[in-house]
């Protein structure tokens, strides 16, 4: 993104964030929701937004526990693949090799039985004795190696077997891992939608601005440490083509699980970005977090990745001035937004 319309968004993001907390805006909830407390109390609208945001939280956090197990199940599979491949070569193998074995008796069966050297004693030829010799010697060194190479195969294939096995075994775990966690990100997003939907139209208008506020008064307040002044590096080759991916899917709408091309989930849409830039990354921002470099806040440049929350269960790609692109729940679109606006863990690089 040229940097004139990186800074002309940060500071449209920022005016419009500013024009939410103008006087005679009102954020506060003095009247009670009809969402009701365990209690039977009602709810205040804060309450109820974090509630509602502590749903979003966990069906987050299933939700890379999803795309974990979904990446492990691919390569799981793409093992098992290959395992399949190399026990049917070991088996043809097998098949060759007891030819050749077969081949070898029947020879012997045709004459009388009698192994090459008495044969070749009876012949009553000394000359082709000692012409033989080393033909002998070369044909027992031969079914040596015969049957030793028939012993590795064997065993070869009783490892590629049991490997194969082991497998199975975790892509069934993994199956396991991956319906629980469905069911845990329906179970908190459906919880979450029905808070939202007992709010009167009012209350949903003034609840939107509430989180508005939030995320403005953290960007601020990130902001207000002198933050910026400290970060100024340029975007790599690489890193340019990551944004330019990632700014260029704003507007597309966030679906758990989902990886491009018309819809994303946080993750999703950094993963992708990356590998529109030729640069692999990890799937989930757990995975993210734990295996990329990590760099510090002050020497981020655009096209890094800013992983947040203590579970690392969110990241957004900084894109310059202050500012992320990211997918950011359910309901929402890809959008761009302060870069600390909410929590940050850390920051990582794909590509140093």
């Not at 395992?83 to 029947?106: F, H, M, Y």
């Not at 790609?317 to 997918?327: E, F, L, Q």
Request: proline share 5%; hydrophobic share 40%; net charge positive.
């Amino acid at each position: 993104m040229p940097k004139k319309r990186r800074l002309a968004t940060a500071i449209a993001l920022v005016c419009a964030l500013t024009a939410l907390a103008a006087p005679g805006t009102a954020f506060a909830d003095p009247a009670p929701t009809p969402s009701a407390t365990a209690q039977g109390a009602p709810k205040t609208l804060d309450e109820v937004s974090k509630e509602i945001d502590g749903l979003y939280r966990q069906a987050a956090a299933a939700t890379d526990a999803y795309n974990l197990a979904e990446e492990k199940t691919k390569q799981q599979s793409a093992q098992i693949v290959q395992l399949a491949q190399e026990i049917v070569k070991g088996q043809e193998k097998i098949k060759r090799l007891k030819d050749q074995a077969g081949a070898t008796a029947r020879m012997q069966y045709r004459n009388g039985g009698l192994p090459p050297g008495a044969q070749m004693m009876l012949s009553g030829d000394p000359q082709a004795f000692l012409d033989g010799a080393d033909s002998l010697r070369q044909g027992q060194q031969a079914t040596q190696g015969l049957l030793a190479e028939l012993d590795r195969t064997q065993a070869d294939l009783a490892a590629y077997s049991a490997d194969a096995t082991a497998q199975w075994k975790n892509l069934e775990a993994n199956r396991v891992k991956k319906e629980a966690a469905k069911k845990d990100i329906t179970e908190k997003i459906a919880a979450a939608e029905k808070l939202q939907s007992q709010l009167k139209e009012q209350e949903r208008e003034r609840l939107a601005e509430l989180e508005r506020k939030k995320e403005f008064d953290s960007q601020t307040a990130w902001l207000s440490t002198g933050v910026l002044k400290d970060i100024n590096s340029s975007a790599s080759e690489q890193g340019k083509k990551a944004v330019k991916f990632a700014t260029d899917q704003i507007g597309k709408k966030y679906i758990w699980g989902a990886a491009g091309p018309d819809t994303f989930d946080c993750s999703g849409l950094t993963s992708q970005a990356w590998l529109a830039a030729g640069h692999p990354i990890p799937r989930t921002s757990q995975e993210q977090w734990a295996q990329l470099p990590h760099v510090a806040i002050k020497d981020m440049r655009p096209g890094d990745l800013v992983i947040y929350f203590a579970d690392a269960t969110h990241v957004g790609m900084y894109i310059g001035d202050g500012a992320i692109v990211h997918s950011p729940r359910p309901g929402r679109t890809v959008t761009i937004t302060g870069a600390g606006s909410m929590p940050i863990l850390g920051v990582v690089r794909p590509d140093k």
